[in-house]
Structures are given as structure tokens and as C-alpha cells.
């Protein structure tokens, strides 16, 4: 069903092949309340740097299940019509289930960079809210350590560690970034957090860094913005860059030998 799509994209590669974005995967928690507060943060703290971000939200909310976003592209039809501005420096994509399928066949997930590249040219950042399984095809052995959206509730804590798990195993992804969101401010910190990390270092040999501790419930507004937006610059630092003529290979962005290899052996015996 891609097929034409690929043939379609390739003639287009070359116009915007020195624009470079860059793909930051973040993955969804029903158990954070707060979630869509953070990645609105996110964006104000991208926009406040002179960056344009497009989310590209694949939670299906109560109003609808998003763009078929694979039916979309096999038909050559231009994402930029599902595509809403939601202020001068931040647009927004909802995506269907079918974003799925591009996880699942090589070179497919490039093809979507590539689609979205050219629907959105003034993004500078495009950020990927999905589960873990779906974040765990598009970013599958690349150089990218994925933002996990964590709280202290107990069910958070556990889709945290569950969605870690995957990207570990799925993806070859070690390295992560938590975002620990509470139900009060906390003073240092939350033992929740501590309890995740120790888990991806004992039981994945992964490695979970506390990026930012937040509470969307009580932090007012300037304290949150602050936050959020030195979390912002510090992503950045780990966001997997991307341009149209990365596209022309498909080891772009990918792991290390090494390390692709100790991830994969890692997966086989566990």
C-alpha cells in the first residue's frame, strides 16, 4: 500500500534535503493526567527558542481516532490539510492507528519523516506522542533517547516501566529521559522515580535519567513554564536530526555497531 508513496516522496527529497529536523519520541500515559499540559510546555519551551514544533498525537482521544495517516500517503494526498495550527509555533497532527504500519516494514518510517517533512516545511522539531509500541517501530534502532512521561501514582509508574521495557527490547533503546509528574510539589527527589530507574538499570541494563520533576496539579504557571522549557533545550541535545537526504540511506541515525549488537543480544536472552 506504500509503494506508490515511496515512489512519490523520492522525486521531492532534494528540495528540502539541507533542512534538518529533529524527531523527538515521547511516549503516552493514560496514568498522567497532566500530559497534554507537559507537551504544551514542551512546545511553548521550543517556541520560546524560535522553534516550530509538530506534534504528531497518535493518543486517541474521545472525539475521534485521527488521520489515516498510511491511507493518506499511499494515495499521494498532502498530510498538511489534517495538519492544525494550534498557535504561531506549534501545529498539531492527530494520527490514526495506522501510524502503527510504519514500524513495520524497512524504510517505511522514513518515508513518514520524509511525508511530514514536506507537510509541515517550517517545523524544526517534530514530536511523536504515541505508545511505546509504535514509538518502538519508527525510532527502532536509532540514536534517540525517547522522553517517558512518568507520575507518581502507582499505574503511572507502572506504564512508565512498561514502556521502557518496550522500546528496550523492540527497539535496542537504553537511554531515556523521565519527566516525573506529581500530585504535590515535591522538595526533591519522588521516590516513584527512584524506584523506576533502579528497575531499568537492574532488570534492563538500560539507563533512566530524571529530566525534569513537575507538578502540573500545583506548580503555578511560571514555575511550571520554566521547567518545562529548560527540559525543552536539554531534549533537544537528544533528539534524533533528520533531513530529506538523510532519507536517502536507510542506516541514518542508526545505533552504533556495538551497541546495536549488545541491545540485540541483550533482547534475545530475556
Known amino acids: 500500500m506504500l509503494e506508490r508513496g515511496f515512489d512519490q516522496a523520492h522525486g521531492l527529497r532534494r528540495l528540502f534535503a539541507h533542512h534538518t529536523v529533529h524527531l523527538l519520541p515521547v511516549t503516552a500515559n493514560p496514568h498522567v493526567p497532566g ?6 510546555g514542551l512546545c511553548q519551551g521550543l517556541a520560546a527558542q524560535g522553534l516550530h514544533t509538530l506534534v504528531i498525537d497518535a493518543v486517541q482521544g474521545p472525539y ?52 511530514l517533512r514536506e507537510a509541515a ?26 522522553l517517558v512521561l512518568g507520575g507518581d501514582d502507582p499505574h503511572a509508574v507502572t506504564h512508565a516501566y512498561a514502556s521502557i521495557k518496550i522500546l528496550a527490547r523492540q527497539a535496542g ?32 541494563r538500560g539507563e533512566a535519567q530524571l529530566a525534569a520533576v513537575t507538578s502540573t496539579a500545583e506548580n503555578d504557571e511560571p514555575t511550571l513554564a520554566q521547567t518545562l522549557h529548560q527540559l525543552s533545550m536539554s531534549l533537544l541535545h537528544y533528539a534524533l536530526p533528520f533531513s530529506l537526504q538523510d532519507g536517502e540511506g536507510s542506516a541514518w541515525g542508526a545505533l552504533p555497531p556495538a551497541q546495536a549488537a549488545s541491545a540485540a543480544a541483550h533482547h534475545a536472552f530475556n
Open 35 to 40: 500530559s497534554h499540559v507537559l507537551l504544551e
Open 64 to 115: 475521534g481516532s485521527g488521520v489515516d495517516v498510511a491511507g493518506a500517503i499511499a494515495r499521494d494526498l498532502d498530510l498538511g490539510q489534517w495538519i492544525d495550527e494550534f498557535d504561531p509555533y506549534t501545529s498539531v497532527l492527530a494520527a490514526g492507528p495506522t501510524l502503527a504500519f510504519f514500524g513495520q516494514a524497512e524504510g517505511a518510517s522514513t518515508l513518514l519523516f520524509e511525508a
Open 121 to 146: 516545511p517550517s517545523a524544526d522539531v517534530v514530536l511523536f506522542h504515541a505508545d511505546a509500541s509504535v514509538l518502538a517501530g519508527l525510532f527502532d534502532q536509532r540514536r534517540v533517547r525517547p
Open 173 to 204: 533503546l537504553l537511554h531515556h529521559a523521565i519527566v516525573m509528574d506529581t500530585a504535590e510539589q515535591s522538595l526533591g527527589v519522588p521516590p516513584a522515580a527512584l524506584r523506576l530507574m533502579r528497575c531499568v538499570g537492574d532488570f534492563l
